[in-house]
Structures are given as structure tokens and as C-alpha cells.
Nanobody, 128 residues
Framework: QLQLVESGGGSVQPGGSLKLSCAAS????????FGWFRQAPGKERERVAC????????KIADSVKGRFTISRDNAKKTVYLQMNNMKPEDTAIYYC?????????????????????WGQGTQVTVSS
């Protein structure tokens, strides 16, 4: 069975940091692209970051570029999202997602529909 479980969410003050983890059970991790998405109330789901199956290609949304980074550890079957210098507009539910059988090892799917598996989400709140 394939399952994604996020952890590490919570509350943080502006300028602070959080690190989210996505534990992937049942995956041969190197066969999958992983992405982090977020959705705030009244807003569209946004792809925050994505890392290719090879780990060699990374995409970061303009809204978080320079502040957020994505990484993966295939041996630990875990994907991470490091969030630094956080802002109130980063408040959202954050989701981990995986896409099967990428066309290339450096492919980073831009569309939500391309992701096959999703975690349950974890709440991140940035406020004073």
C-alpha cells in the first residue's frame, strides 16, 4: 500500500522556520517525483516546490523562492520542505504529493492532475 504522511507543521512567528517531512510508505522512492503544495482559504492550490525522481531537478515557486527548499532522502523514504523567513501569507495547509513513472528522471510535473498520490495535509500558521 502506498501512503504519504506529512509531519512538522505547526505555528511559527514571522521570520521563523519550520521543516516539514513527508514519509513515503510502500514506495520505491527513486521512481517517483515528489512535490509540496499548499492551499490557503479562498485561494487556489499552489505548487510550492517539486523535486524530480533523480533529485537533480528542482522547481521552487516564485512566491517562496529564496526562502523554501525541497530535498529527498531515498534511503529514509522521506521528502522534506525547509521553510525559512516565513511570512503570514505562508499560512496554509501543506500537502505532499507523488507522481509515478516520470517521463524523464529530471521531470517536474507542473499540474496537480499529474500527481497520483497525496498526503492528508498538515497545517502551517504564521502569526505574531
Amino acid at each position: 500500500q502506498l501512503q504519504l504522511v506529512e509531519s512538522g507543521g505547526g505555528s511559527v512567528q514571522p521570520g521563523g522556520s519550520l521543516k516539514l517531512s513527508c514519509a513515503a510508505s510502500g514506495f520505491t522512492l527513486e521512481y517517483y517525483v515528489f512535490g509540496w503544495f499548499r492551499q490557503a482559504p479562498g485561494k487556489e492550490r499552489e505548487r510550492v516546490a517539486c523535486i524530480s525522481s533523480s533529485g537533480g531537478s528542482i522547481k521552487i515557486a516564485d512566491s517562496v523562492k529564496g526562502r523554501f527548499t525541497i530535498s529527498r532522502d531515498n534511503a529514509k523514504k522521506t521528502v522534506y520542505l525547509q521553510m525559512n523567513n516565513m511570512k503570514p501569507e505562508d499560512t496554509a495547509i501543506y500537502y505532499c504529493a507523488a507522481a509515478d513513472s516520470p517521463i524523464r528522471s529530471d521531470y517536474t510535473p507542473p499540474y496537480n492532475a499529474e500527481y497520483d498520490y497525496w498526503g492528508q495535509g498538515t497545517q502551517v500558521t504564521v502569526s505574531s
